[in-house]
């Protein structure tokens, strides 16, 4: 039995190059019989948290704020694996992709957070042939530490340099990582 993986991508670019490599995973998953869901955030009503703290203070009752999230929360919380896929930046992950993480805080469970012991995938590119002068690193830090946090396992990274759109797609040897890890992925245990 494979898994279900929830894939976000938080480009501003609907067939952007981290989104292209989010496709080689999701090809590699479904191949693979998981089952994917997809959620392009630039599309989507995502207002960013507002500090209430309602989240916890009723921990299960997720968050009041009347938006997109709605739709991802359920999805997020069935999800034995979630991958993320973002360009980089100004030195780190997309507006988009930190609005989904800041709301991500109201996940808080009466057994920890909706993302405890998931799979983590992660996908980043960036437009310096350097992960550290590109802010890929501060991106990878913040996530480690995000999933740290909260119990979830960083299972895969793939990252990889592509200066204009659509070029990820000649690097075959990063669209195969991607395509592996989207194996691993849906797979149970």
Known sequence: MANKIVVILGSPRKNGNSSTLAGSLITGAEENGAEVETF????MDIKP???CDQCMKSPGSGCIIDDDMQKIYPAVRTAES??????????????QTK?????????IESGGHAFKEKNIGLILVYGDIDPFRSGATNAIRSYQDIFRYVGAKIAGLIYGSAMSAGQIQKN?????????????LSLKG
């Open 40 to 43: 392009f955030l630039q599309g």
């Open 49 to 51: 948290c507002n500090a």
């Open 82 to 95: 979630i991958v993320i896929a973002s360009p980089i930046y100004w030195f780190n992950i997309t507006a």
């Open 99 to 107: 609005l989904f993480i800041d709301r991500c805080y109201a996940l």
């Open 172 to 184: 075959k040897q990063l669209m195969k990582k991607a395509y592996n890890l989207g194996k691993k």
